[in-house]
């Protein structure tokens, strides 16, 4: 069974910095590409970063693009997000997403629980 | 880029059939499958359709997907309602460098 479970979220003061990590189960992690989408209060689902299988390739959303880095550690089964200069609007429930298909690019397919950031002084 | 573009909302009846649009602002909407996410209050996405018609195992076959290309949208046909099925629906899909979310179309059932 597919199992990715998020943790690393919390309170965070804006212009700082925080890192979420998706650790996987069930599945040859390094043939899988990822994702993190989020979703703020009130608001629809937002894309926010992608790590492909072939060399690593990161994509990432225009809102968090220079602030945001998206990383994979394939011998710890783990996906990371780490979040720099932090505002308001990246306030949210974080989800940890995998494709459907191994080697393939499409869309998130299988979904972590979340985990929740909050950014505030 | 392109966008991905929902109702805001849509209401029907239980038993009653709904259809969901999704259209796409730049480019064809056949150029990359499409894939549509169900999102309760307090639980995580989860995904009802894929690659434009697919249904994942464990989706109840009352839930379909198609694309249209006369009108560049796809969209999600849920039939014989039932109140379960009230949520958030998201479609979304992909070019070469992005993923791009619709605004969500939140499906009531009274």
């Known amino acids: 069974e597919v199992q990715l479970l998020e943790s690393g979220g919390g309170l965070a003061q804006p212009g700082g910095s925080l890192r979420l990590s998706c650790a996987a189960s069930g599945f040859n992690f390094w043939s899988y590409g990822l994702h993190w989408v989020r979703q703020a209060p009130g608001r629809g689902l937002e894309y926010v970063a992608s790590?492909?299988?072939?060399?690593?390739?990161?994509y990432y959303g225009d809102s968090v693009k220079g602030r945001f880095t998206i990383s994979r550690d394939d011998s710890k089964n783990t996906v990371y997000l780490q979040m720099g200069s932090l505002r308001a609007e990246d306030m949210g429930v974080y989800y940890c997403a995998r494709e459907r298909e191994p080697y393939v690019r499409g869309g998130p397919f299988h979904w972590g629980r979340g985990t929740l950031v909050t950014v505030s002084a | 880029n392109f966008m991905l573009t929902q109702p805001h909302s849509v209401s029907e009846s239980p038993g009653k059939t709904v259809t969901l649009s999704c259209t796409r602002n730049g480019g064809s909407i056949a150029s990359n499958y499409v894939q549509w996410y169900q999102l309760r209050p307090g639980s995580s996405p989860v995904t009802v359709i894929y690659e434009d018609n697919q249904r994942p195992s464990g989706v109840p076959d009352r839930f379909s997907g198609s694309i249209d290309s006369s009108s560049n949208s796809a969209s999600l046909t849920i039939s014989g309602l039932k109140t379960e099925d009230e949520a958030d629906y998201y479609c979304q899909s992909y070019d070469n460098n992005n993923q791009v979310f619709g605004g969500g179309t939140r499906l009531t059932v009274l």
């Open positions: 790590i492909s299988t072939i060399e690593d390739t990161t």
